[in-house]
């Protein structure tokens, strides 16, 4: 038995006007081709602009399931919640959406969808898991793009967000 075939990344949706806080994400669906999925991991990496971002791989689901417990205590202890990387959904073996609103505030198999804050970037990736017992055998998607509450509203008016964006950097 081996992990999943490679994933194809997640993908930007849009932010709607009617859900403020939430931004709409496609999620990718692991090939059963070395096995049943037993279930999926929706992962969100907070502040993605940061230059400690790692490849999904490397981000070990222990610490992921840990990091989706915590609460904050103290402001500093708020501040390090809020920058760590978390599990924001399961789902179990075929129960993946097409879509998914990410930063609802609704649980889903124990892991809060927590809200998304403005001026904050986010990844997400999603992490398939063989059922097979006593084995960990999984496989991540690559990262989705950077996504932001600050993103605007339509396909248009993200493209034209980007156009704007890359002119910034490049001085154009």
Known sequence: MAA?????????????KDTPGVITVYLPQASEE????SHYYLVVIPFANSTKIK?????????????????????DSKEEYESRAYI???????SLPYTFPLGDGIKFEGFLNRPLQKNVYYKIFVRAYVDIPQKHLYTS?????????????????WLEWLKELGSCKTGV
Request: proline share 15%; hydrophobic share 30%.
């Open 34 to 37: 070395y096995g049943p999925i």
């Open 88 to 94: 924001t959904a399961k789902f179990l073996q075929r």
């Open 55 to 75: 490849h999904p791989d490397y981000y070990d689901s222990s610490d992921l399931s840990t990091n989706s417990q915590l609460k904050p205590s103290t402001k």
């Open 141 to 157: 998607s690559p990262f989705s793009p950077n996504l932001s509450l600050d993103m605007p509203f339509g396909l248009l008016e």
């Open 4 to 16: 999943p075939q490679p994933m194809v990344k997640p993908d930007f949706f849009g932010v709607k």
